[in-house]
């Protein structure tokens, strides 16, 4: 699958995510618990996500001459978030 595949597929566990945390709120009596792998569970998306673009950044610089890994470098530092 391709990068964009992948964060696709992670954005949709997201929005799953989002809905069950939704659903809970809206219930007479809120689970601790039930919040709680809701969170767990967008942490390990968050990590995923993390390591899927560290690993493209990681494969892109085998590919990609000094000049070209500098530009890539100053594309991201411009990106603040």
Request: hydrophobic share 40%; no cysteine.
């Amino acid at each position: 699958a391709s990068l964009v595949e992948n964060l696709y597929g992670l954005r949709a566990e997201h929005q799953e995510h989002r809905r069950q945390l939704i659903s809970e709120l809206a219930r007479p009596q809120v689970d601790r618990e039930a919040l709680e792998k809701i969170r767990g569970d967008e942490m390990a998306l968050a990590d995923a996500a993390s390591r899927t673009l560290m690993n493209a950044v990681a494969d892109a610089t085998e590919v990609l001459g000094v000049e070209q890994r500098e530009e890539l470098a100053a594309m991201i530092g411009r990106h603040r978030h």
